[in-house]
């Protein structure tokens, strides 16, 4: 997709887990291994964007973890205004020296291991399901190896 602005872009980022592994992938501009996602379209909001992003990147079905309730949730004064399930974290990093993304970081959960290739052939990498003995032993940027240990602490069984 397009950048929104020529100087930053919101994105979502997904931590993916069955059972006990966490799902990541080799990006297939930066090669190196980060979480399942991209950027919001102008049209979507966060979780929106988390769940089709996933769609597209490995063909899963994914359950985002967290609570969209708020204080006016499901009362008439709501006014359509729509509560989201907020991100377990957020984060802002710089893509070149010119362009910065601002993260919405999730964890969710898939019912299955098996994963499509991407839609995009832009976005057709290496990924897989990885332990946490695995993540130990991986060359992952420290966020990464972050928000991976802290969804399989959350969500492993």
């Known amino acids: ?42 049209h979507e909001n966060p979780v929106e964007a988390a769940i089709r992003e996933v769609k597209e990147e490995v063909g899963l079905d994914i359950k985002i973890i967290g609570d969209a309730h708020g204080p006016l949730s499901g009362k008439k004064e709501n006014r359509n205004y729509t509560y989201l399930i907020p991100p377990r974290y957020l984060g802002r990093h710089p893509v070149s020296n010119n362009h910065e993304h601002i993260a919405f970081v999730y964890f969710a ?26 993540l130990e032993k991986m060359d992952l940027v420290p966020n990464i190896y972050f928000y991976a240990t802290e969804a399989l602490k959350e969500l492993g069984k």
């Open 1 to 42: 997709m397009p950048h929104i602005h020529e100087k930053i872009d919101f994105t979502v980022e997904v931590f993916i887990v069955h059972k006990n592994k966490v799902l990541l992938r080799i990006h297939d501009k930066y090669g190196i291994w980060l979480s399942i996602g991209g950027h919001i379209e102008l």
């Open 109 to 134: 959960t898939a019912d299955t291991y098996v994963i499509a290739e991407s839609i995009s052939a832009h976005e057709r990498s290496n990924a897989r399901w990885v332990s946490m003995e695995e």
